[in-house]
């Protein structure tokens, strides 16, 4: 194996100090161009990359902030989910996962990573995320509060103590949830109005009062203050006000399928079902349509989130729309002032929300509230 190359090895082909090697890849705007120029061509000929731990040393930062986020693809840790094996160089042939699992299929998550992404490539910084997967996750939060400059995560992905634990080390940034008798930055949406105007709209819209509420985890704070419009919205119109969701799911599109194909078994079929999220919304109305129930002529359904393949359903699918990618991106924000001054007092963001209207409650064309 051929030996790393160093600064020191740079500076001494490039005929300077490493010190105007440091300048040169740090500052290059402040270096003479022929000194430069010679400096770049000794790092291009001897391939040497600039050490990140000599980096983060110098300027007491690691340049990147970490993204912890909950297990929503079901692999946990399973013992079919055997580490992949590799015999004679060559490739195995089957990677096996649950049944359940539909990959890519939360596209919430997804938008609030690209979000972060975005915001701290700006900012120059690097992203790394954890998943909250089984026995390992605490470990794993540990080790890496280690190595980044501050924590993004959502809403109960931690657990308290251990996030309090971490949050003595680097700041914490929380996504989708209120706070909490706690101390740290939060960064939300407008939930339960969201929800509360939806509902409003189904039911004033389009004379609706018999309506179920679909719901997620019974730990999401999110889900909470949506189910808190929900009743809120029914209670302002005079009907009656259910003491919990008429089911719960994961927010994934299997568990919505799941509980569609139940309310269609049972004959529990509302008038209107007002879904938690659009992953929920989506999977029911697989099952409904591929019942022969008409959407929105025999069931409106609605969602939440405002995904992409909310858009490309059919029906279209009627959601509130919630700035996913701004999450992320807010989060990014509120941490580096955080960081610029560790004084501030605990900060609460909360971004708008705008409920669109479309096939699947009878509005056509698409409209926004």
């Not at 600064?7 to 005929?15: M, N, P, Q, R, T």
């Amino acid at each position: 194996m051929q030996k790393v190359p160093t600064v020191y090895d740079v500076a001494e082909l490039a005929g300077v100090s490493i010190a105007t090697v440091s300048r040169v890849l740090r500052k290059p705007h402040e270096v003479a161009d022929a000194t430069r120029d010679r400096v770049n061509a000794a790092v291009l000929d001897l391939g040497y990359v600039p050490s990140g731990s000599a980096r983060s040393l110098a300027a007491r930062r690691a340049g990147a902030i970490g993204l912890c986020l909950p297990d929503f693809d079901g692999i946990d840790d399973d013992p079919a989910l055997a580490p992949v094996t590799f015999s004679d160089g060559q490739v195995p042939t089957v990677l096996d996962f649950p049944e359940d699992v539909e990959l890519g299929d939360n596209l919430y998550i997804s938008e609030v990573m690209l979000g972060t992404e975005i915001e701290a490539w700006q900012h120059g910084l690097a992203v790394t995320i954890a998943v909250a997967r089984g026995s390992r996750g605490t470990d794993i939060f540990d080790n890496l509060a280690g190595r980044v400059d501050g924590i993004v995560t959502l809403a109960r992905t931690i657990p308290d103590q251990q996030l309090a634990h971490i949050a003595r080390r680097v700041p914490v940034v929380v996504l989708a949830g209120p706070r909490a008798g706690d101390e740290y930055d939060h960064i939300t949406t407008d939930n339960r109005e969201g929800m509360r105007v939806m509902t409003s709209h189904v039911v004033e819209a389009h004379g609706v009062t018999d309506l179920a509420f679909v719901g997620g985890p019974a730990d999401s704070p999110d889900d909470d203050a949506r189910f808190r419009g929900f009743c809120e919205a029914l209670r302002t119109a005079g009907l009656p006000v259910p003491s919990a969701p008429v089911a719960r799911g994961d927010y994934t599109r299997v568990q919505g399928r799941s509980i569609g194909r139940r309310l269609v078994a049972d004959g529990g079929v509302p008038r209107a079902l007002v879904c938690s999220n659009d992953q929920t919304a989506l999977g029911v109305l697989d099952v409904l349509t591929g019942a022969g129930i008409r959407v929105p002529q025999d069931v409106i359904v609605t969602g939440f989130d405002g995904i992409d393949a909310s858009e490309m359903s059919r029906p279209r699918l009627t959601t509130v729309y919630q700035p996913m990618r701004d999450l992320g991106r807010a989060a990014v924000d509120t941490l580096l002032h955080r960081l610029r001054d560790t004084q501030l007092p605990p900060q609460t963001r909360s971004l708008p929300v705008r409920v669109l209207l479309r096939d699947s409650c009878g509005c056509l064309p698409a409209q926004a509230a």
